[in-house]
């Protein structure tokens, strides 16, 4: 059997009342963890299905999906129900039509994937079939504020997507039937096909609100993996240079040697990072033979880190800085080094840490021929992130 999915991302989402991240994009490009909330809903879809389709002409559509093995987006219409139709005649324009079609809210980004499962799975034995959860909570009716009514929640079910159908029957009905309706199933309720119910999740929330965010970034906080990164870096002293240590400036006779300012505490602080990421060390990043880095202020490379843990997803749980030097000393200066690197790192300051050691006057720190530096990085990583 041949699945496609149709991903919906033409609407406005008007209900969505937060600030937008970017201006006039949807809700559905919102980002969420470091990926558009379309992006996750495409990915959610596709281990499942052989083609999937985007229905939307929003010129964000595009970039958030960018690099997925997907097909080309159709444009949508004015209604829900014209986009699915859209998308369903381009399906049947493809060389090989699909046997079965999923239609799923690209506001709908942490599916699970047994929900998706139990949707192909039943199929097998009937025509149509949505994920639904069934209503617990007592149910009331209003009007101007006021209980008119209390309504019997059994046989009552909160419909989800993505809602699985055969792809002829569900494009026949929408070709004769072009009135509105909620939902694909409805379709085939007033035509008198039986609709399926299996298992949804209450994990398949739709952004609608703004705080439906919130309740996605627990969703998917509930799948990182922690990861853990070190870094160790030395530079030597040298005349003539200012001594910059975790993005701030410190007195003494003598600054460090390097292509950059030379900041022993942020390189390290960077390569326990792309460590704990598994994307190599600063030098991948920032070639010391490049010149375009030649006395850089080293709080770029350590900005360039934190775009890279939120870019997967990722939180930075701690840092931990140990600076290895007789001196100067770091006591005095240690909270305005934390304050500095949480603000580049845009955390809360209490996630970081910044102590210092002597080597005992032993080694080249002891002679104070230079500084070292340790770092240790405590970072959550989500479990299904792309490859």
């Not at 032993?362 to 990583?381: D, H, K, Q, Y």
Request: proline content about 5%; charged content about 25%.
């Amino acid at each position: 059997m041949r699945i496609a999915a149709l991903l919906l991302a033409a609407g406005r989402g008007r209900r969505f009342d937060a600030s937008p991240s970017a201006s006039g994009s949807s809700k559905q490009f919102r980002m969420l963890r470091g990926k558009p909330v379309i992006r996750r809903a495409a990915l959610a879809l596709m281990s499942h299905v052989d083609v999937l389709l985007p229905v939307g002409d929003d010129p964000l559509l595009a970039e958030s999906l960018a690099g997925l093995d997907i097909l080309p987006a159709v444009a949508g219409g004015a209604e829900r129900h014209d986009s699915v139709r859209a998308g369903l005649e381009a399906l049947a324009l493809l060389p090989e039509p699909p046997d079965l079609v999923l239609v799923h809210d690209g506001a709908r980004p942490c599916v699970p994937a047994q929900v998706v499962q139990n949707v192909i799975d039943a199929l097998k034995q009937h025509e149509g079939v949505i994920p639904a959860v069934a209503v617990i909570d007592t149910i009331k009716s209003a009007r101007d504020g006021v209980i008119t009514g209390t309504v019997p929640r059994d046989g009552l079910w909160r419909a989800q997507t993505p809602q699985g159908f055969r792809f002829q029957t569900l494009l026949e009905l929408h070709r004769t039937h072009r009135d509105a309706r909620t939902d694909d199933a409805a379709l085939l309720e007033q035509a008198g096909h039986p609709v399926a119910i299996v298992a949804g999740s209450e994990d398949n929330i739709k952004l609608t609100v703004a705080e439906d965010l919130m309740r996605l970034e627990g969703v998917i906080d509930r799948n990182l993996l922690p990861r853990v990164g070190l870094g160790y870096d030395v530079h030597a002293f040298e005349e003539g240079r200012k001594l910059i240590l975790c993005g701030i400036e410190i007195p003494h006779t003598k600054g460090l040697a390097g292509h950059s300012d030379a900041d022993v505490g942020i390189h390290t602080l960077c390569d326990a990072i792309y460590g704990a990421l598994a994307e190599g060390d600063i030098g991948r990043h920032f070639p010391p033979t490049d010149n375009e880095w030649k006395d850089m202020d080293s709080a770029r490379f350590l900005v360039h880190a934190g775009e890279r843990i939120r870019a997967r997803g990722a939180m930075l749980v701690n840092a931990d800085i140990t600076l290895i030097c007789e001196r100067p000393k770091i006591g005095p200066h240690a909270e305005t080094m934390r304050q500095r690197l949480a603000d580049l790192l845009q955390v809360k300051v209490s996630r970081i840490s910044v102590k210092a050691t002597t080597s005992e006057r032993l080694g080249f720190t002891g002679r104070e021929e230079g500084i070292a530096a340790t770092a240790t990085v405590s970072i959550m990583v989500p479990e299904d992130e792309e490859a």
